[in-house]
């Protein structure tokens, strides 16, 4: 698809790999500081006294942050090189976690969030982008991207078990210093391994900050109003503006002549739709990953260590079934294997939307090894095809867009899942009430209870007595929509590789 860099075919292959590795930890660390610190804001709040109405913007200074960087990664990488621009991220991301660390109020804390998040933005572009610097087109790439993708599953994943551990036997500290170790040990990795580019600064004296101020502005305002949106509500006014400064910043920003974000590359066929797909994949990604801790926290009561075994399901499948997806992307055209893997996540996600308030990891198990096996065949086919057709120059800018459409995908999914559960929590709460004086047996199978438990629907004490059955109830039944929402929005990746038609390249049609 493309020629490696001049520079990479210097490295040996122990380079290679060594030094792609260091990206892949750094990558870790950083995708799993989200899911470590958003188990674990109780244990924050409480240690450094900040209220709890102000507790979130700890984890959304973070995400506006990286949301921000992310598209930038392109021309910071033609600037720095992909070596110093590691270097830079790494050390901002570990310099920042010590601050993080060592915070004794609010503003302290989310300013080195915003620092954490700024630096965590570029360093997956960066890992997909050197997919295609440093390895040959077929199995290497194949690998690469597959080891690229497993880590980016399995970090949220496990972020609960260790926030968890972390929160149980040591000091919220912590959660932070975690990040050192690797972080040093990508800095080495990344300084000894990746290729010695030259640094091209005079690119500044023609970067257009204007576009920049936009991009900034539009990206914290469409993250704000997706936080905003399922408390406020969709077409409140904040909301509304938040959108409407996004929609028109974006749009100034596109049609300036030459944006420090180049937009124009969504004009290859293969680019956009694989952008387009990727921000299907992050609705049902991070969708479930917010969803499943969410459902087992309120309805079963489970701790951090106790959700984090039954969500490390998804990335052990990922995991052991990893081999499977380089072996199918040698054997399967893309656009098939593509199918098999949408299709296959979409019915992941809906087989968790007939859950009961009493299903556990038993119940759970298989809908997650679905997920799990489908996420190679969703990650693996469509980034090669979506990156590996563009000149190599050309293929940083792209793996920030790639990058920006999962994470704003992974956002608005997990809006899209909080006006859910907000909104028909309490409506399904009202309806067990009225089922429970027209038809208590009915009401009773719903709530998972024998019919002798079931209070008369006129005993206001009997009906006190169960309320915490019938909220859990309630609640399950909102999650269970959540995932049969994500599962049809997932779906439509189907519907969008049907519409895509054959993948043009090399020559000849790939079906």
């Known amino acids: ?43 924050i709040e409480e240690a450094l006294g900040i209220g709890a109405d102000r507790m979130s913007w700890v984890q959304t ?64 572009p960066v890992v997909f982008t050197a997919v ?87 990206l914290a305002s469409l993250e704000i109003g997706l936080k905003e ?24 920003t596109v049609r300036r002549p030459n944006p420090a974000v180049d937009f124009s590359l969504f004009r290859d066929r293969h680019l956009a739709y694989g952008c387009a797909l990727s921000f ?47 072996a199918l992307d040698r054997l399967v055209p893309p656009r098939l294997l593509s199918v098999i893997g949408y299709g296959m996540f979409a019915a992941g996600l809906a087989m968790s939307g007939y859950e009961t308030r009493n299903s556990g990891y038993d119940e759970l198990f298989w809908a997650q090894v679905v997920r799990g096996v489908a996420l190679g065949l969703c990650i693996v086919p469509v980034t090669r095809f979506a990156l590996g057709f563009l000149p190599l120059e050309r293929v940083s800018d792209a793996s920030g867009l790639y990058n920006l459409c999962r994470a704003l995908g992974g956002v608005i999914g997990i809006a899209l899942i909080d006006t859910v559960l907000f909104s028909r929590s309490a409506e399904h709460a009202d309806r067990i009430k009225e089922m429970m004086a027209a038809d208590p047996d009915a009401a009773a199978r719903l709530m998972a209870i024998g019919p002798d438990e079931l209070p008369d629907a006129e005993d206001p004490l009997g009906i006190l007595g169960i309320m915490d059955t019938i909220q859990e109830t309630s609640v399950t039944l909102a999650v269970n929509e959540a995932w049969i929402m994500m599962g049809g929005l997932t779906a439509l990746g189907v519907i969008l590789l049907w519409a895509m038609g054959p993948i043009r390249g090399a020559g000849k049609d790939i079906p």
């Open 280 to 326: 299907i994949l992050g609705i049902g990604l991070y969708g479930s990953v917010y969803l499943l801790p969410v459902f087992l926290s309120l309805v079963r009561y489970m701790g951090p260590v106790e959700i984090g075994m039954i969500v490390l399901v998804t990335g052990l499948a990922q995991l052991v079934s990893a081999p499977l997806s380089v």
């Open 229 to 252: 949106a399922p408390d406020r509500g969709w077409l409140s006014p904040v909301t509304l503006a938040l959108f409407a400064l996004f929609a028109a910043l974006m749009a100034l």
């Open 61 to 124: 200074s973070y995400l506006i942050a990286e949301i921000i960087t992310i598209p930038l990664t392109g021309l910071l990488m033609r600037v720095l090189s992909i070596r110093r621009l590691v270097i830079v991220a790494i050390t901002l991301f570990t310099a920042a976690s010590v601050g993080c660390a060592l915070s004794t109020g609010f503003a302290s804390l989310v300013g080195f969030r915003v620092l954490q998040g700024m630096a965590a933005g570029v360093l997956m």
């Open 1 to 43: 698809m493309t020629e490696l860099s001049l520079t990479a075919t210097s490295l040996s292959k122990a380079r290679k790999w060594l030094g792609f590795a260091g990206l892949c930890a750094g990558m870790f660390m950083a995708v799993l500081d989200i899911q470590i610190v958003i188990t674990s804001l109780g244990v």
């Open 132 to 218: 295609f610097l440093l390895f040959r087109p077929g199995t290497e790439q194949a690998i690469a991207t597959v080891m690229g993708g497993v880590l980016a599953v399995i970090a949220p994943s496990t972020g609960p078990v260790i926030g968890g551990l972390i929160t149980e036997n040591l000091s919220c500290h912590w959660l932070f210093l975690i990040n050192v170790g690797p972080g040093l040990i990508t800095l080495l990795l990344a300084s000894t391994c990746l290729p010695s580019e030259p640094m091209q600064p005079r690119l500044l004296r023609s970067l257009d900050f204007t576009s920049l101020l936009f991009i900034a502005v539009s």
